[in-house]
Nanobody, 121 residues
Framework: QVQLVESGGGLVQPGGSLTLSCVAS????????FGWFRQAPGKEREGVSC??????YYADSVKGRFTIARDNAKNTVYLQMNSLKPEDTAVYYC????????????????WGQGTQVTVSS
């Protein structure tokens, strides 16, 4: 059974940092692409970053502030978020697919339950 479980969300002040983790169960890690997406209240889900075997993409809004990484041995994908802004507040979701889907939210087949990130003073 495949499962994605996110953790690491929370409340942080503007300018602060958080690291999100996504533990993937039931996946053959090297063959899957992974993405981080977020959804703020009243807004559509949007792509944040994604990682294939060698390729990484970032949304323009997070370039230079967020870093995605994967550790296949630990079945885990990370999202390091620095210089957080109030507009980064959202539920963050991890997604996976056998094909590398870049930031195309509608094309990922597997999703986690999400973790809340709130950036506020």
């Amino acid at each position: 059974q495949v499962q994605l479980v996110e953790s690491g969300g929370g409340l942080v002040q503007p300018g602060g940092s958080l690291t999100l983790s996504c533990v993937a169960s039931g996946f053959h890690m090297p063959y899957h692409g992974f993405g981080w997406f977020r959804q703020a209240p009243g807004k559509e889900r949007e792509g944040v970053s994604c990682i294939g075997s060698r390729t990484i993409y970032y949304a323009d809004s997070v370039k230079g502030r967020f870093t995605i990484a994967r550790d296949n041995a630990k079945n885990t994908v990370y999202l390091q978020m620095n210089s957080l802004k109030p507009e980064d507040t959202a539920v963050y979701y991890c997604a996976a697919d056998l094909n590398f889907r870049k930031l195309r939210v509608g094309e990922y087949n597997y999703w986690g339950q999400g973790t809340q990130v709130t950036v506020s003073s």
